[in-house]
Protein backbone atom coordinates (compact mmCIF):
# COMPACT_ATOMS: atom_id res chain seq x y z
CA UNK A 1 0.00 0.00 0.00
CA UNK A 2 0.97 3.55 -1.01
CA UNK A 3 2.17 5.53 1.84
CA UNK A 4 0.51 9.10 1.92
CA UNK A 5 1.94 11.45 3.88
CA UNK A 6 0.14 13.56 6.37
CA UNK A 7 0.31 17.58 5.92
CA UNK A 8 0.69 19.39 8.96
CA UNK A 9 2.09 22.61 7.86
CA UNK A 10 0.83 24.31 4.39
CA UNK A 11 2.63 27.30 2.83
CA UNK A 12 0.46 28.84 0.23
CA UNK A 13 1.28 31.83 -1.92
CA UNK A 14 -0.49 31.92 -5.32
CA UNK A 15 -1.16 34.35 -8.10
CA UNK A 16 -3.37 32.13 -10.29
CA UNK A 17 -6.04 30.93 -7.49
CA UNK A 18 -7.76 28.21 -9.33
CA UNK A 19 -8.78 25.84 -7.32
CA UNK A 20 -6.90 27.61 -4.09
CA UNK A 21 -10.16 27.49 -1.80
CA UNK A 22 -11.17 24.34 -2.22
CA UNK A 23 -7.33 23.25 -1.25
CA UNK A 24 -7.55 25.45 1.15
CA UNK A 25 -10.37 23.59 3.08
CA UNK A 26 -9.15 20.88 2.14
CA UNK A 27 -5.88 21.19 4.33
CA UNK A 28 -8.24 22.68 6.60
CA UNK A 29 -10.18 19.61 7.07
CA UNK A 30 -6.97 17.77 7.88
CA UNK A 31 -6.13 19.45 10.22
CA UNK A 32 -2.99 21.37 8.24
CA UNK A 33 -1.77 24.69 9.79
CA UNK A 34 -1.89 27.52 6.79
CA UNK A 35 0.64 29.86 6.19
CA UNK A 36 0.29 32.48 3.48
CA UNK A 37 0.80 36.21 2.56
CA UNK A 38 -1.38 39.07 0.90
CA UNK A 39 -3.80 38.53 -1.75
CA UNK A 40 -3.70 34.33 -0.99
CA UNK A 41 -3.98 34.87 2.53
CA UNK A 42 -7.06 37.45 1.81
CA UNK A 43 -8.70 35.01 0.14
CA UNK A 44 -8.72 32.42 2.00
CA UNK A 45 -9.72 34.10 4.62
CA UNK A 46 -13.01 35.99 2.94
CA UNK A 47 -13.42 31.78 2.43
CA UNK A 48 -14.00 31.53 6.11
CA UNK A 49 -10.40 29.11 5.54
CA UNK A 50 -7.96 29.89 9.12
CA UNK A 51 -5.04 31.47 7.78
CA UNK A 52 -1.81 32.32 9.43
CA UNK A 53 0.57 35.19 7.98
CA UNK A 54 4.03 34.19 7.40
CA UNK A 55 5.31 37.45 9.35
CA UNK A 56 3.17 36.10 12.52
CA UNK A 57 4.92 32.50 11.90
CA UNK A 58 8.44 34.03 11.38
CA UNK A 59 8.43 37.18 13.73
CA UNK A 60 9.82 38.91 10.65
CA UNK A 61 8.06 41.46 8.78
CA UNK A 62 7.57 41.98 5.27
CA UNK A 63 10.35 44.57 4.20
CA UNK A 64 11.25 46.45 1.42
CA UNK A 65 8.20 46.63 -0.46
CA UNK A 66 7.34 43.00 -0.04
CA UNK A 67 10.55 42.37 -1.94
CA UNK A 68 11.95 40.42 1.40
CA UNK A 69 9.26 38.21 3.50
CA UNK A 70 9.94 34.48 2.85
CA UNK A 71 13.64 34.31 2.43
CA UNK A 72 14.27 33.32 6.02
CA UNK A 73 15.39 30.68 8.28
CA UNK A 74 11.91 29.97 9.38
CA UNK A 75 10.70 29.88 6.08
CA UNK A 76 13.65 27.84 4.15
CA UNK A 77 14.53 25.55 7.37
CA UNK A 78 11.30 24.51 7.74
CA UNK A 79 11.49 23.21 3.79
CA UNK A 80 14.76 22.07 3.55
CA UNK A 81 15.57 20.30 7.29
CA UNK A 82 15.67 16.69 6.76
CA UNK A 83 13.26 14.59 9.22
CA UNK A 84 15.41 11.53 8.65
CA UNK A 85 18.41 13.40 10.21
CA UNK A 86 18.70 13.71 14.12
CA UNK A 87 21.22 16.62 13.69
CA UNK A 88 18.47 18.70 11.79
CA UNK A 89 15.49 18.01 13.48
CA UNK A 90 18.13 19.15 16.64
CA UNK A 91 18.71 22.00 14.87
CA UNK A 92 15.03 23.30 13.85
CA UNK A 93 14.33 22.34 17.38
CA UNK A 94 17.29 24.60 19.45
CA UNK A 95 15.94 27.55 16.35
CA UNK A 96 12.40 26.61 17.08
CA UNK A 97 11.80 26.35 12.90
CA UNK A 98 8.57 24.51 12.27
CA UNK A 99 8.56 21.99 9.56
CA UNK A 100 7.05 23.15 6.29
CA UNK A 101 5.35 19.71 4.50
CA UNK A 102 3.80 21.23 1.45
CA UNK A 103 4.39 24.76 -0.59
CA UNK A 104 2.26 25.76 -3.30
CA UNK A 105 3.23 28.79 -5.22
CA UNK A 106 3.21 30.10 -8.67
CA UNK A 107 5.33 32.63 -9.56
CA UNK A 108 4.60 36.37 -10.27
CA UNK A 109 3.69 36.66 -13.61
CA UNK A 110 6.86 37.91 -15.28
CA UNK A 111 5.66 36.55 -19.07
CA UNK A 112 2.02 38.27 -19.01
CA UNK A 113 3.74 41.56 -17.57
CA UNK A 114 6.13 41.33 -20.63
CA UNK A 115 3.44 40.21 -23.06
CA UNK A 116 1.04 43.13 -22.83
CA UNK A 117 4.04 45.61 -23.18
CA UNK A 118 4.92 47.14 -19.91
CA UNK A 119 7.59 48.87 -19.37
CA UNK A 120 10.94 47.97 -18.13
CA UNK A 121 10.76 48.72 -14.24
CA UNK A 122 7.39 47.00 -14.12
CA UNK A 123 8.61 44.00 -15.65
CA UNK A 124 11.62 43.83 -13.08
CA UNK A 125 9.32 44.02 -10.45
CA UNK A 126 7.43 41.06 -11.45
CA UNK A 127 10.65 38.84 -11.56
CA UNK A 128 10.01 36.82 -8.49
CA UNK A 129 12.99 35.86 -5.90
CA UNK A 130 11.13 34.19 -3.20
CA UNK A 131 8.50 32.23 -5.01
CA UNK A 132 11.08 30.38 -6.92
CA UNK A 133 13.70 30.10 -3.76
CA UNK A 134 10.68 28.25 -2.31
CA UNK A 135 9.82 26.26 -5.10
CA UNK A 136 13.43 24.93 -5.46
CA UNK A 137 13.32 24.56 -1.72
CA UNK A 138 10.44 22.17 -1.61
CA UNK A 139 11.68 20.53 -5.04
CA UNK A 140 15.10 19.37 -3.30
CA UNK A 141 13.47 18.80 -0.11
CA UNK A 142 10.74 16.11 -2.01
CA UNK A 143 11.19 13.19 0.53
CA UNK A 144 9.31 15.04 2.59
CA UNK A 145 7.70 18.11 1.20
CA UNK A 146 5.31 18.51 -1.66
CA UNK A 147 5.43 21.27 -4.01
CA UNK A 148 2.92 22.69 -5.74
CA UNK A 149 3.58 24.69 -8.98
CA UNK A 150 0.08 23.77 -11.01
CA UNK A 151 -3.68 24.09 -9.90
CA UNK A 152 -4.03 20.68 -11.45
CA UNK A 153 -2.14 19.40 -8.59
CA UNK A 154 -4.19 20.48 -5.89
CA UNK A 155 -6.65 18.46 -7.25
CA UNK A 156 -4.69 15.69 -7.42
CA UNK A 157 -3.86 15.96 -3.62
CA UNK A 158 -7.33 15.82 -2.92
CA UNK A 159 -8.42 13.14 -4.24
CA UNK A 160 -5.64 11.54 -3.04
CA UNK A 161 -6.07 12.52 0.76
CA UNK A 162 -2.82 13.45 0.72
CA UNK A 163 0.85 13.13 -1.21
CA UNK A 164 2.43 9.90 -1.71
CA UNK A 165 6.52 9.53 -2.91
CA UNK A 166 6.08 8.96 -6.30
CA UNK A 167 3.81 12.07 -6.56
CA UNK A 168 6.06 14.51 -4.63
CA UNK A 169 8.90 13.38 -6.88
CA UNK A 170 6.77 13.80 -9.93
CA UNK A 171 5.48 17.58 -8.70
CA UNK A 172 9.73 17.94 -7.98
CA UNK A 173 10.34 17.71 -11.34
CA UNK A 174 7.38 19.89 -12.87
CA UNK A 175 8.82 22.29 -10.27
CA UNK A 176 12.29 22.54 -11.81
CA UNK A 177 11.09 22.53 -15.40
CA UNK A 178 8.66 25.51 -14.12
CA UNK A 179 11.61 27.24 -12.38
CA UNK A 180 13.87 26.49 -15.30
CA UNK A 181 10.86 28.36 -18.22
CA UNK A 182 10.72 31.11 -15.61
CA UNK A 183 14.13 31.64 -15.76
CA UNK A 184 14.39 31.04 -19.52
CA UNK A 185 12.07 33.88 -20.06
CA UNK A 186 13.86 36.38 -17.95
CA UNK A 187 16.83 35.61 -19.63
CA UNK A 188 15.68 36.39 -23.17
CA UNK A 189 13.91 39.39 -22.28
CA UNK A 190 17.25 40.68 -20.95
CA UNK A 191 18.63 39.74 -24.01
CA UNK A 192 16.08 41.68 -26.37
CA UNK A 193 16.23 44.49 -23.81
CA UNK A 194 20.19 44.50 -24.62
CA UNK A 195 19.80 43.85 -28.31
CA UNK A 196 21.43 40.48 -27.90
CA UNK A 197 20.07 38.70 -30.82
CA UNK A 198 22.27 35.41 -30.24
CA UNK A 199 23.30 36.05 -25.99
CA UNK A 200 26.02 33.88 -25.38
CA UNK A 201 23.86 30.97 -23.44
CA UNK A 202 20.80 30.85 -25.21
CA UNK A 203 17.59 29.24 -22.56
CA UNK A 204 14.23 28.21 -23.84
CA UNK A 205 11.61 26.28 -23.09
CA UNK A 206 8.57 24.58 -24.60
CA UNK A 207 5.33 23.28 -22.59
CA UNK A 208 4.24 19.60 -24.06
CA UNK A 209 0.98 19.93 -25.98
CA UNK A 210 0.76 16.55 -27.00
CA UNK A 211 2.74 13.50 -26.74
CA UNK A 212 2.68 11.89 -30.37
CA UNK A 213 2.22 8.23 -31.41
CA UNK A 214 5.93 8.60 -33.01
CA UNK A 215 8.13 10.55 -34.96
CA UNK A 216 8.53 10.76 -39.15
CA UNK A 217 9.13 6.72 -38.58
CA UNK A 218 7.16 4.15 -36.25
CA UNK A 219 10.31 3.53 -34.97
CA UNK A 220 10.61 7.50 -33.75
CA UNK A 221 9.10 9.00 -30.17
CA UNK A 222 7.91 12.29 -30.67
CA UNK A 223 6.29 14.92 -28.93
CA UNK A 224 4.72 18.67 -29.50
CA UNK A 225 5.59 21.44 -27.11
CA UNK A 226 4.22 24.99 -27.25
CA UNK A 227 6.66 28.13 -26.90
CA UNK A 228 4.45 30.29 -25.15
CA UNK A 229 4.25 32.82 -28.37
CA UNK A 230 0.80 31.72 -29.59
CA UNK A 231 1.94 32.07 -32.99
CA UNK A 232 -1.51 31.38 -34.77
CA UNK A 233 -1.05 28.07 -36.34
CA UNK A 234 -0.87 24.44 -35.16
CA UNK A 235 -0.41 26.13 -31.79
CA UNK A 236 -3.50 27.52 -31.77
CA UNK A 237 -5.54 25.35 -33.30
CA UNK A 238 -8.73 24.19 -32.05
CA UNK A 239 -9.08 20.72 -34.18
CA UNK A 240 -12.91 20.28 -34.71
CA UNK A 241 -12.79 16.36 -36.06
CA UNK A 242 -10.13 13.65 -37.35
CA UNK A 243 -7.80 11.14 -35.84
CA UNK A 244 -4.96 12.20 -33.53
CA UNK A 245 -2.23 14.77 -35.46
CA UNK A 246 1.04 12.75 -36.29
CA UNK A 247 4.21 14.27 -36.16
CA UNK A 248 4.78 14.53 -40.35
CA UNK A 249 0.99 15.97 -40.02
CA UNK A 250 2.09 18.75 -37.51
CA UNK A 251 5.12 19.64 -39.39
CA UNK A 252 3.43 19.43 -43.10
CA UNK A 253 0.18 21.41 -41.54
CA UNK A 254 2.44 24.47 -40.61
CA UNK A 255 4.29 24.39 -43.97
CA UNK A 256 1.41 24.86 -45.59
CA UNK A 257 -0.37 27.42 -43.31
CA UNK A 258 3.10 29.38 -43.22
CA UNK A 259 2.78 29.59 -47.06
CA UNK A 260 -1.19 30.74 -47.54
CA UNK A 261 -0.14 33.49 -44.78
CA UNK A 262 1.63 35.52 -47.60
CA UNK A 263 -1.20 36.10 -49.28
CA UNK A 264 -3.68 38.81 -49.19
CA UNK A 265 -6.18 37.32 -51.64
CA UNK A 266 -8.42 34.68 -51.23
CA UNK A 267 -5.64 31.78 -51.55
CA UNK A 268 -4.97 27.78 -50.62
CA UNK A 269 -1.81 26.12 -50.46
CA UNK A 270 -1.92 22.68 -50.95
CA UNK A 271 1.34 20.88 -49.16
CA UNK A 272 2.90 17.43 -49.45
CA UNK A 273 5.70 16.14 -47.84
CA UNK A 274 6.83 19.91 -46.44
CA UNK A 275 6.73 21.09 -50.23
CA UNK A 276 4.17 23.54 -51.52
CA UNK A 277 2.43 21.50 -54.51
CA UNK A 278 -0.18 23.90 -55.50
CA UNK A 279 -0.74 27.16 -54.31
CA UNK A 280 -3.27 29.87 -56.11
CA UNK A 281 -4.85 32.88 -55.39
CA UNK A 282 -8.44 33.26 -56.76
CA UNK A 283 -11.71 35.75 -56.46
CA UNK A 284 -12.89 33.19 -54.02
CA UNK A 285 -11.67 30.03 -52.44
CA UNK A 286 -13.22 27.65 -54.65
CA UNK A 287 -11.49 29.43 -57.46
CA UNK A 288 -8.13 29.07 -55.65
CA UNK A 289 -8.69 25.74 -54.90
CA UNK A 290 -9.67 25.00 -58.42
CA UNK A 291 -6.58 26.33 -59.50
CA UNK A 292 -4.17 24.72 -56.78
CA UNK A 293 -5.63 21.18 -57.38
CA UNK A 294 -4.72 21.79 -60.90
CA UNK A 295 -1.18 22.31 -60.65
CA UNK A 296 -0.28 18.72 -59.52
CA UNK A 297 -3.73 16.71 -58.71
CA UNK A 298 -1.46 13.76 -58.24
CA UNK A 299 0.78 15.20 -55.22
CA UNK A 300 -2.91 16.40 -53.68
CA UNK A 301 -4.27 13.08 -53.14
CA UNK A 302 -3.20 13.10 -49.52
CA UNK A 303 -1.72 16.43 -48.79
CA UNK A 304 -2.53 19.35 -46.78
CA UNK A 305 -4.53 22.35 -47.30
CA UNK A 306 -4.42 25.51 -45.80
CA UNK A 307 -6.82 28.64 -46.86
CA UNK A 308 -6.40 31.83 -45.48
CA UNK A 309 -10.32 32.78 -45.38
CA UNK A 310 -13.01 31.72 -43.35
CA UNK A 311 -13.61 28.45 -45.06
CA UNK A 312 -17.24 28.17 -47.13
CA UNK A 313 -19.21 25.21 -47.83
CA UNK A 314 -18.38 25.54 -51.41
CA UNK A 315 -14.85 25.08 -50.89
CA UNK A 316 -15.30 22.76 -48.18
CA UNK A 317 -17.22 20.12 -50.80
CA UNK A 318 -14.30 20.29 -53.00
CA UNK A 319 -11.60 19.65 -50.59
CA UNK A 320 -13.51 16.51 -49.53
CA UNK A 321 -14.23 15.19 -53.09
CA UNK A 322 -10.64 13.96 -52.24
CA UNK A 323 -8.66 12.32 -49.64
CA UNK A 324 -6.64 14.90 -47.67
CA UNK A 325 -5.24 14.19 -44.29
CA UNK A 326 -5.61 17.47 -42.72
CA UNK A 327 -7.59 21.04 -43.57
CA UNK A 328 -6.35 23.93 -41.73
CA UNK A 329 -8.54 27.41 -41.68
CA UNK A 330 -8.75 30.96 -39.23
CA UNK A 331 -12.02 29.47 -39.11
CA UNK A 332 -15.01 27.84 -41.03
CA UNK A 333 -18.89 28.08 -41.25
CA UNK A 334 -21.06 25.60 -39.67
CA UNK A 335 -22.03 24.59 -43.08
CA UNK A 336 -18.38 23.83 -43.75
CA UNK A 337 -18.10 21.93 -40.84
CA UNK A 338 -20.77 19.47 -41.58
CA UNK A 339 -19.71 18.94 -44.93
CA UNK A 340 -15.93 17.74 -43.71
CA UNK A 341 -18.20 15.82 -40.83
CA UNK A 342 -18.91 12.71 -42.99
CA UNK A 343 -15.01 12.37 -43.83
CA UNK A 344 -14.39 11.16 -40.36
CA UNK A 345 -10.85 10.77 -40.80
CA UNK A 346 -10.01 14.39 -42.23
CA UNK A 347 -8.45 16.65 -39.57
CA UNK A 348 -10.09 20.08 -39.63
CA UNK A 349 -8.21 22.92 -37.72
CA UNK A 350 -9.74 26.37 -36.87
CA UNK A 351 -6.64 28.74 -35.57
CA UNK A 352 -8.74 31.36 -34.95
CA UNK A 353 -5.93 33.81 -37.13
CA UNK A 354 -3.16 33.85 -39.43
CA UNK A 355 0.56 34.39 -38.60
CA UNK A 356 2.19 37.30 -39.88
CA UNK A 357 4.72 36.45 -42.29
CA UNK A 358 6.94 39.67 -41.43
CA UNK A 359 7.17 39.14 -38.38
CA UNK A 360 10.53 38.60 -36.32
CA UNK A 361 11.74 35.62 -34.58
CA UNK A 362 13.53 32.62 -33.86
CA UNK A 363 13.66 28.96 -35.92
CA UNK A 364 15.41 26.09 -34.38
CA UNK A 365 17.49 23.45 -35.66
CA UNK A 366 18.94 20.57 -34.18
CA UNK A 367 22.62 18.90 -35.26
CA UNK A 368 25.19 17.12 -33.74
CA UNK A 369 26.14 18.18 -30.12
CA UNK A 370 23.65 21.52 -30.21
CA UNK A 371 21.73 23.45 -32.44
CA UNK A 372 21.27 25.87 -34.81
CA UNK A 373 19.29 29.23 -34.51
CA UNK A 374 18.32 32.07 -36.93
CA UNK A 375 15.97 34.49 -37.48
CA UNK A 376 12.79 34.20 -39.06
CA UNK A 377 12.80 34.20 -43.00
CA UNK A 378 10.40 37.05 -43.19
CA UNK A 379 11.97 38.50 -46.30
CA UNK A 380 9.91 40.09 -49.13
CA UNK A 381 10.42 41.73 -52.45
CA UNK A 382 8.34 44.15 -54.09
CA UNK A 383 8.28 45.76 -57.26
CA UNK A 384 10.13 48.95 -56.41
CA UNK A 385 13.10 46.54 -54.85
CA UNK A 386 13.25 44.32 -57.83
CA UNK A 387 15.97 45.05 -60.35
CA UNK A 388 15.10 44.64 -64.18
CA UNK A 389 18.39 43.38 -66.02
CA UNK A 390 17.34 42.26 -69.29
CA UNK A 391 16.48 44.32 -72.51
CA UNK A 392 12.83 43.11 -71.96
CA UNK A 393 11.13 44.81 -68.70
CA UNK A 394 8.20 42.39 -68.02
CA UNK A 395 4.89 43.57 -68.44
CA UNK A 396 2.60 44.29 -65.76
CA UNK A 397 1.01 40.99 -65.29
CA UNK A 398 4.25 39.32 -65.90
CA UNK A 399 5.76 41.31 -62.59
CA UNK A 400 2.61 40.49 -60.58
CA UNK A 401 3.42 36.69 -61.09
CA UNK A 402 7.07 37.37 -60.60
CA UNK A 403 6.09 38.80 -56.90
CA UNK A 404 3.98 35.77 -56.69
CA UNK A 405 6.32 32.65 -57.61
CA UNK A 406 9.21 33.78 -55.79
CA UNK A 407 6.84 34.24 -52.62
CA UNK A 408 5.90 30.57 -53.22
CA UNK A 409 9.53 30.14 -53.81
CA UNK A 410 10.29 31.34 -50.24
CA UNK A 411 8.16 27.74 -48.82
CA UNK A 412 10.06 25.20 -51.06
CA UNK A 413 12.68 23.40 -50.50
CA UNK A 414 15.91 24.47 -52.43
CA UNK A 415 16.41 23.95 -54.85
CA UNK A 416 13.60 25.37 -56.08
CA UNK A 417 11.57 26.31 -59.49
CA UNK A 418 8.42 27.52 -59.31
CA UNK A 419 6.23 28.32 -62.57
CA UNK A 420 2.90 30.67 -61.98
CA UNK A 421 0.72 32.25 -64.48
CA UNK A 422 -2.24 34.46 -63.99
CA UNK A 423 -1.98 33.67 -60.07
CA UNK A 424 -1.32 30.41 -59.72
CA UNK A 425 1.31 27.85 -59.52
CA UNK A 426 1.76 25.64 -62.64
CA UNK A 427 4.63 23.58 -61.97
CA UNK A 428 6.74 23.13 -58.67
CA UNK A 429 10.54 22.09 -58.97
CA UNK A 430 11.47 20.80 -55.11
CA UNK A 431 14.28 19.95 -53.34
CA UNK A 432 16.81 18.56 -55.79
CA UNK A 433 20.60 18.92 -55.89
CA UNK A 434 20.90 20.93 -59.15
CA UNK A 435 18.96 24.10 -59.97
CA UNK A 436 18.45 22.42 -63.81
CA UNK A 437 16.85 19.50 -62.52
CA UNK A 438 14.43 21.35 -60.54
CA UNK A 439 13.33 23.39 -63.42
CA UNK A 440 13.19 20.24 -65.68
CA UNK A 441 10.72 18.94 -62.68
CA UNK A 442 8.37 21.92 -62.72
CA UNK A 443 8.09 21.54 -66.75
CA UNK A 444 7.70 18.03 -66.64
CA UNK A 445 4.97 18.32 -64.24
CA UNK A 446 3.39 21.35 -65.75
CA UNK A 447 3.34 19.12 -69.08
CA UNK A 448 1.69 16.11 -66.65
CA UNK A 449 -1.02 18.79 -65.19
CA UNK A 450 -2.09 19.98 -68.30
CA UNK A 451 -2.65 16.46 -69.41
CA UNK A 452 -4.62 15.77 -66.33
CA UNK A 453 -6.82 18.90 -67.66
CA UNK A 454 -7.24 17.65 -70.70
CA UNK A 455 -5.28 20.37 -72.28
CA UNK A 456 -2.82 20.09 -74.99
CA UNK A 457 -0.61 22.39 -74.22
CA UNK A 458 1.80 22.20 -70.71
CA UNK A 459 0.69 24.81 -68.27
CA UNK A 460 4.03 26.39 -67.96
CA UNK A 461 3.65 27.73 -71.53
CA UNK A 462 3.58 31.55 -70.80
CA UNK A 463 3.89 31.36 -67.59
CA UNK A 464 7.06 32.99 -65.72
CA UNK A 465 9.36 31.33 -63.60
CA UNK A 466 11.05 32.10 -60.36
CA UNK A 467 14.14 30.59 -58.66
CA UNK A 468 15.06 30.18 -54.76
CA UNK A 469 18.83 31.36 -55.35
CA UNK A 470 20.70 32.63 -58.28
CA UNK A 471 21.38 30.45 -61.89
CA UNK A 472 24.94 29.56 -61.71
CA UNK A 473 24.90 28.63 -65.19
CA UNK A 474 22.45 29.56 -67.86
CA UNK A 475 21.39 25.71 -68.39
CA UNK A 476 19.00 26.31 -65.69
CA UNK A 477 17.31 29.65 -67.09
CA UNK A 478 17.12 27.65 -70.65
CA UNK A 479 15.44 25.12 -69.38
CA UNK A 480 13.19 27.57 -68.09
CA UNK A 481 12.92 29.39 -71.59
CA UNK A 482 12.56 25.81 -73.22
CA UNK A 483 9.13 25.08 -71.23
CA UNK A 484 7.70 28.17 -72.44
CA UNK A 485 8.40 30.88 -69.44
CA UNK A 486 8.25 34.41 -70.50
CA UNK A 487 9.47 36.42 -67.71
CA UNK A 488 12.18 35.05 -64.85
CA UNK A 489 12.91 36.57 -61.17
CA UNK A 490 15.94 35.31 -59.52
CA UNK A 491 18.12 36.94 -56.96
CA UNK A 492 21.12 37.31 -58.98
CA UNK A 493 24.94 37.50 -57.44
CA UNK A 494 26.42 34.89 -59.46
CA UNK A 495 29.51 34.94 -61.14
CA UNK A 496 27.61 34.19 -64.46
CA UNK A 497 25.09 36.48 -64.17
CA UNK A 498 26.27 38.10 -67.30
CA UNK A 499 26.12 34.41 -69.10
CA UNK A 500 22.79 34.37 -67.51
CA UNK A 501 21.45 37.89 -68.62
CA UNK A 502 22.76 37.27 -72.61
CA UNK A 503 21.06 33.93 -72.36
CA UNK A 504 17.94 35.61 -71.47
CA UNK A 505 17.72 38.43 -73.85
CA UNK A 506 18.70 35.80 -76.43
CA UNK A 507 15.43 33.81 -75.47
CA UNK A 508 13.29 37.22 -75.44
CA UNK A 509 13.34 36.63 -71.58
CA UNK A 510 12.19 39.28 -69.07
CA UNK A 511 14.49 39.25 -66.13
CA UNK A 512 14.67 40.82 -62.32
CA UNK A 513 17.30 40.41 -60.07
CA UNK A 514 15.99 40.58 -56.13
CA UNK A 515 19.02 40.68 -54.27
CA UNK A 516 17.49 38.21 -51.74
CA UNK A 517 17.40 34.69 -51.74
CA UNK A 518 15.17 32.10 -49.98
CA UNK A 519 17.49 28.69 -49.35
CA UNK A 520 15.06 26.36 -47.50
CA UNK A 521 16.62 23.52 -46.29
Not at 125 to 143: F, L, W, Y
Not at 509 to 514: D, E, G, I, Q, Y
Amino acid sequence: MTEILPIRRALLSVSDKTGLIEFGRFLAAHGAEILSTGGTAKALRDAGIPVKDVSDHTGFPEILDGRVKTLVPQVHGGILGRRDLPEHQAQMAQHQIAPIDLVAVNLYPFEATVARGAAFDDCIENIDIGGPAMIRSAAKNHADVAVVTDPAQMARIVEAGGTTAEMRREFAAAAYARTAAYDAAISSWFAGQLGQEFPPRLAFSGQLAQTLRYGENPHQKAGFYLDGSNRPGIATARQVQGKELSYNNLNDTDAAFECVAEFDKPTVVIVKHANPCGVAEGTSLTEAWDLALRCDPVSAFGGIVAVNRKLDLATAEKIASIFTEVVIAPDADEDAIAAFARKKNLRLLLTGGLPDPASAGMTFRSVGGGFLAQGRDSGRVSAETLKVVTKRAPTEAELADLIFAFRVGKHVKSNAIIYAKDGATVGIGAGQMSRVDSSRIAAWKSGEAAKAAGLDTPLAVGSVVASDAFFPFADGLQAAAAAGATAVIQPGGSMRDNEVIAAADEAGLAMVFTGMRHFRH
